[in-house]
């Protein structure tokens, strides 16, 4: 049984500073990839250097989420919280002052693995300090912080860099991180009652795995999908996930359970933030560098107009959890979510280069409304079916999907764009800008429906991925009727045998 916690002083100031860390570490994401230009200008660098900027951060930050998770079960949630905090605001604070593109890639790491810290344990930390009605609550609060930092940071970053340069974007950051650290003090500590030592070489195992898989799929583009270095990180990854997992069924304290992924509603809502990354997240990605170039947008309009997808990712997760609350089907939430992203992808296919705002703006709300509604209610109720003896454990597999899915598939998909705008146009590296977003390269309206054929193609595939993880997910969540039965008929023959046995 696992220890429980002592209940904190100030639990409303435990929330608090889970969301203030939650809304940052996502921000850091999404705000980077918008300071790039500038601090390509700056510290005279570009390419591969430059892009490291965001593929370090998300690197570290994937392949430590589960050793992170694990490791806060054994040594204290509170305490892995607190470091992952300050890691993350010493790596911002370092970025924010860095003097060259080599140490500013080295503490955007730093950041990544103390972000890893932070994600966590910190629904770890809400799955044992909140019950019932609250934790829904306090989950669903966790889904808005969140796509509040994911929506916020180019917008914030955008004024920083313009008003006061690029360094004050990881400025901020730090700065949001140091105020929730004062408040830990008010984070009652939690942990599993029996402390086994750590699984030492299962962590490095699955950190070079999963390191392996998203440093192939991050350079693939770059390197060549058929190039030996990229098969072999593929393959190498693979290898050690399936020794990982032999390793895995033999350990008495290993790194990751595998009952917990052999439960299937729990692994179901595992998938859910995977199918997000495609229906949700590659949107968020990809989309306005397509308004920008083929459409001829400018940056700032092009951000309002994807307002329109991330500002629901505001509003839905309140409504989501208290309709939970009140008895709506979790499932059925769940399931319609990820149909959203299926219907909204394929609307969004209208999309042409010369389309108003409002002929996307349906399509855009409604893949938004799915994003919100799964970010309400996914993560606390995959921590609900966890004993609190593993929550770390199980906070950081449900992440680890989430960003390792992330940072291959994202990768995956823009390697396809280019490939497919590349059927039309004559060269690979022409295709390569055009993806990018710049059509200087040759006849703009040619460029521009060559972006567009690509872009419906691929919308059709995140519909279809996104239907079909919308049908996977709702029958792995239906409990068989056997089940069901026999947990029905449990409490009467409870009764039945306490009366015999008197």
């Known amino acids: 049984m696992?220890?429980?916690?002592?209940?904190?002083?100030?639990?409303?100031?435990?929330?608090?500073?889970?969301?203030?860390?939650?809304?940052?570490?996502?921000?850091?994401?999404?705000?980077?990839?918008?300071?790039?230009?500038?601090?390509?200008t700056a510290l005279d660098t570009s390419g591969a250097p430059l892009q490291w900027v965001m593929n370090a951060y998300n690197l570290v930050f994937a392949a430590f989420l589960l050793v992170a998770g694990t490791t806060a079960d054994l040594v204290g949630r509170r305490r892995v919280f607190a470091t992952g905090a300050a890691l993350f605001a010493a790596g911002s604070v370092a970025a924010a002052f860095a003097p060259g593109i080599v140490a500013l890639d080295l503490a955007r790491a730093v950041?990544?693995?103390?972000?890893?810290?932070?994600?966590?344990?910190?629904?770890?930390?809400?799955?044992?300090?909140?019950?019932?009605?609250?934790?829904?609550?306090?989950?669903?609060?966790?889904?808005?912080?969140?796509?509040?930092?994911?929506?916020?940071?180019?917008?914030?970053?955008?004024?920083?860099?313009?008003?006061?340069?690029?360094?004050?974007?990881?400025?901020?950051?730090?700065?949001?991180l140091l105020v929730a650290l004062c408040g830990v003090g008010f984070v009652a500590e939690s942990r599993a009652p029996e402390r086994p030592r750590m699984d030492v070489t299962g962590a490095v195992m699955f950190v070079a795995a999963l390191?392996?898989?998203?440093?192939?799929?991050?350079?693939?583009?770059?390197?060549?999908?058929?190039?030996?270095?990229?098969?072999?990180?593929?393959?190498?990854?693979?290898?050690?996930?399936?020794?990982?997992?032999r390793l895995q069924a033999r350990k008495a304290s290993p790194l990751l359970d595998l009952t917990l992924v052999r439960d299937r509603r729990f692994l179901a809502l595992c998938l859910v933030p995977v199918v997000t990354t495609f229906g949700f997240v590659t949107l968020l990605t990809y989309l306005p560098t397509y308004l920008v170039g083929a459409g001829g947008m400018s940056a700032g309009r092009a951000g309002t107009v994807m307002l329109l997808l991330t500002g629901p990712v505001l509003v839905a997760p309140p409504v989501a959890g208290a309709l939970v609350t009140r008895g709506a089907s979790a499932r059925a939430l769940i399931g319609a979510?990820?149909?959203?992203?299926?219907?909204?992808?394929?609307?969004?296919?209208?999309?042409?280069?010369?389309?108003?705002?409002?002929?996307?703006?349906?399509?855009?709300?409604?893949?938004?409304?799915?994003?919100?509604?799964?970010?309400?209610?996914?993560?606390?109720?995959?921590?609900?079916?966890?004993?609190?003896?593993?929550?770390?454990?199980?906070?950081?597999?449900?992440?680890?999907?989430?960003?390792?899915?992330?940072?291959?598939?994202?990768?995956?998909?823009?390697?396809?764009?280019?490939?497919?705008?590349?059927?039309?146009?004559?060269?690979?590296?022409?295709?390569?800008s055009v993806a990018a977003g710049d059509l200087g390269g040759g006849d703009r309206a040619v460029l521009a429906a060559a972006f567009t054929h690509a872009l419906h193609l691929t919308l059709w595939g995140l519909a279809a991925v996104s239907a079909l993880g919308a049908v996977l997910v709702s029958v792995m969540l239906t409990e068989p009727r056997r089940r069901a039965a026999v947990r029905a008929e449990a409490p009467a023959r409870a009764v039945v045998e306490a009366a015999e046995s008197r």
């Open 337 to 432: 979510s990820l149909l959203m992203f299926a219907a909204g992808d394929a609307w969004l296919t209208v999309i042409e280069p010369g389309s108003s705002t409002w002929v996307i703006a349906g399509p855009l709300i409604l893949v938004g409304l799915g994003a919100g509604l799964s970010f309400g209610i996914n993560d606390g109720l995959a921590m609900s079916i966890v004993e609190p003896a593993r929550a770390g454990m199980a906070a950081g597999f449900l992440n680890t999907m989430r960003l390792g899915s992330e940072a291959i598939f994202i990768a995956v998909f823009g390697a396809v764009l280019v490939s497919l705008v590349g059927t039309r146009v004559p060269s690979h590296h022409l295709a390569a």
């Open 111 to 176: 950041a990544g693995a103390g972000g890893a810290g932070v994600f966590a344990s910190g629904g770890a930390i809400l799955a044992t300090t909140f019950d019932g009605a609250a934790r829904t609550r306090a989950f669903a609060a966790l889904g808005s912080a969140a796509g509040l930092g994911l929506a916020a940071g180019p917008t914030l970053s955008g004024w920083l860099v313009g008003g006061l340069g690029w360094r004050a974007t990881f400025g901020l950051h730090a700065v949001i």
């Open 2 to 40: 696992a220890s429980s916690p002592n209940r904190p002083s100030r639990p409303v100031i435990t929330l608090v500073v889970v969301l203030a860390a939650f809304a940052t570490v996502p921000m850091s994401i999404s705000g980077a990839a918008v300071a790039l230009p500038r601090i390509g």
């Open 211 to 245: 390191g392996a898989l998203v440093l192939g799929a991050v350079q693939g583009p770059q390197w060549g999908w058929t190039g030996p270095a990229v098969l072999g990180l593929l393959a190498g990854g693979v290898v050690l996930l399936v020794l990982f997992a």
